[in-house]
């Protein structure tokens, strides 16, 4: 991670304080990491600097610590011996895994949705700024708009526990994204299908959303296990 990365990463926990201090909570600590990864403002390989990272954050180095446990029991950053903590670099079996995972939670999302015509206009507007983000070149900007396409489905099943358990798989995803190549190549593709998915929401096509979906989802895993393979034994 370079200073410029480094001072970006750390302004952007410094956003987050408040709500860490408030609760004095190592969860919310580590909802505020985990965010930072998932945003892409934390990239496989970072290596995070506890002392300026409490700081940031306005925690003791306890907490922090307890917040980065966390974050490593869930795969999204790893401790080297010697080295310290730093965010996790996936593997091809990480992408197989999250895919399974990703299979089961966002179709059946879409099949228990509650407030489905709403959820489309919410799903629309991410979509909308990804296809912006694709016509102005921006890759983090289609990333983050896909990113929110995805967490949104989740919302619509009205589930406190699997929206928890998204932002979880998120995370890991915005690592597996990285190892990909361009964001801009890699989700252009995906943009007029999450439009396809968003518009069928919106139209309370529920079943048929969810088909397409899993379709989608099957498709994104060999994309991404086909760009994995130079790097697998």
């Known amino acids: 991670m370079t200073a410029t990365d480094l001072t970006a990463a750390l302004e952007a926990l410094t956003a ?3 709500q860490v201090v408030l609760t004095s909570s190592s969860d919310r600590a580590a909802d505020a990491v985990r965010e930072r990864v998932a945003d892409g403002v934390l ?12 700081d940031a954050l306005g925690i003791s180095r306890n907490t922090l610590r307890e917040a980065l446990s966390q974050l490593i029991a869930e795969r999204v950053l790893e401790r080297q011996p010697h080295r310290g903590v730093f965010v996790r670099v996936p593997t091809a079996q990480d992408v197989r895994d999250i895919y399974r995972a990703r299979r ?3 179709p059946g999302c879409l099949r228990a949705a509650r ?9 629309l507007a991410a979509v909308a700024d990804g296809e912006k983000g694709l016509a102005n070149g ?3 900007m289609v990333a983050s708009a896909n990113q929110r396409f995805h967490r949104g489905i989740v919302g619509l099943a009205g589930s406190a526990r699997l929206d928890a358990e998204m932002s979880r798989l998120l995370a890991e995803m915005r690592l597996v994204f990285f190892r990909a190549g361009s964001a801009e190549d890699f989700h252009g593709p995906y943009v007029g299908l999450n439009r396809e998915i968003a518009e069928t929401v919106a139209a309370a096509r529920l ?8 379709d989608y989802l099957t498709r994104a895993e060999r994309h ?9 034994a």
Not at 43 to 54: H, K, N, T, V
Not at 207 to 214: C, F, I, V, W, Y
Request: aromatic residues 4%; without cysteine.
């Open 207 to 214: 079943e048929e959303a969810a088909t397409l979906l899993e």
């Open 16 to 18: 987050a304080r408040a």
């Open 115 to 123: 407030t489905a015509n709403d959820g489309g206009s919410v799903l």
């Open 138 to 140: 921006d890759g983090d």
């Open 104 to 106: 089961v939670i966002e």
């Open 224 to 232: 991404l296990l086909s760009a994995f393979e130079p790097f697998s």
């Open 43 to 54: 990239r496989p390989g970072d290596r995070l600097p506890e002392a300026a990272i409490a």
